[in-house]
């Protein structure tokens, strides 16, 4: 039974799929944080690289920091820069196939603001009080 070498690839290396996604997501946020000199490019962090599974596309999610105007400019300049990040990734990770990059945010920007907004409220040590307390 000949499966070629598609066939077998996932038999040679069966970690292979989370090896290269979690070296994309390292990549790029270091790219992304520290290499990239588009002022548009706000506070990004890299969450979550899903890849498909022949590699020719990879969903990259983004935890965004700010307005939704300032993550709007974010995707439209990290979605300007995508030949330059796959470039880098290409000469940095040494993929025979790189895949095509997809930013998205990771959450939408109105639910980002209030999870910052919760988080300092949890940092700061003081809960919103309800306005009904069922006691």
Not at 73 to 101: I, S, V, W, Y
Not at 107 to 133: H, S, V, W
Request: proline fraction near 4%.
């Amino acid at each position: 039974m000949d499966l070629g070498l598609a066939g077998l690839s996932w038999k040679l290396d069966p970690y292979r799929h989370e090896r290269v996604s979690e070296g994309i997501r390292e990549e790029l946020d270091e790219l992304i944080a520290y290499e990239m000199s588009d002022p548009r490019v706000g506070s990004a962090t890299v969450t979550e690289v899903l890849c498909s599974p022949d590699y020719r596309k990879a969903v990259i999610r983004l935890a965004l920091i700010g307005t939704a105007e300032e993550q709007a400019a974010t995707l439209d300049a990290l979605n300007h820069a995508k030949a330059f990040l796959r470039r880098e990734l290409t000469e940095r990770l040494q993929l025979f196939k790189t895949p095509e990059l997809h930013f998205e945010a990771a959450l939408a920007a109105d639910l980002a603001a209030k999870a910052t907004k919760i988080l300092k409220r949890i940092e700061r040590g003081r809960p919103k009080t309800e306005k009904n307390p069922s006691s």
